[in-house]
């Protein structure tokens, strides 16, 4: 069984940073598309950004400028980087990665999410 295993966040002042952290645990032939989602009381689940195993970025408007990823491959563990975060970026932070299996079956796995509060 894949599982997402996320850390990080808590209480963050107003214009600091954040670092989180995602790692794929499980048996699986490999893990491709790997990201984050934010979510906010109110509002669906909103992506902000992602990173395939070559490289490529997904970013969302929200994410422009302010957060960053990386990854590790060898670990597979993707990091979520925000940089001077506002109270408006505070919500429940989800990781979630698409597990491919040797028959090119895959699958959809989500994190637990961590909560974040940026505090002013």
């Known amino acids: 069984q894949v599982q997402l295993v996320e850390s990080g966040g808590g209480l963050v002042q107003a214009g600091e940073d954040l670092r989180l952290s995602c790692a794929a645990t499980?048996?699986?032939?490999?893990?491709?598309?790997m990201g984050w989602y934010r979510q906010t009381p109110g509002r669906p689940r909103d992506h902000l950004i992602s990173?395939?195993?070559?490289?490529?970025?997904d970013l969302s408007d929200s994410a422009m400028g302010r957060f960053n990823i990386t990854r590790d491959n060898e670990k597979n563990v993707v990091f979520l980087q925000g940089h001077g975060l506002r109270s408006e970026d505070s919500g429940v932070y989800v990781c979630?990665?698409?597990?491919?299996?040797?028959?090119?079956?895959?699958?959809?796995?989500w994190g637990q999410g961590i909560q974040v509060t940026v505090s002013s």
């Open positions: 979630t990665a698409r597990f491919y299996e040797l028959d090119f079956n895959y699958r959809n796995v």
């Open positions: 990173m395939y195993k070559n490289g490529q970025i």
């Open positions: 499980g048996t699986f032939h490999t893990v491709n598309r």
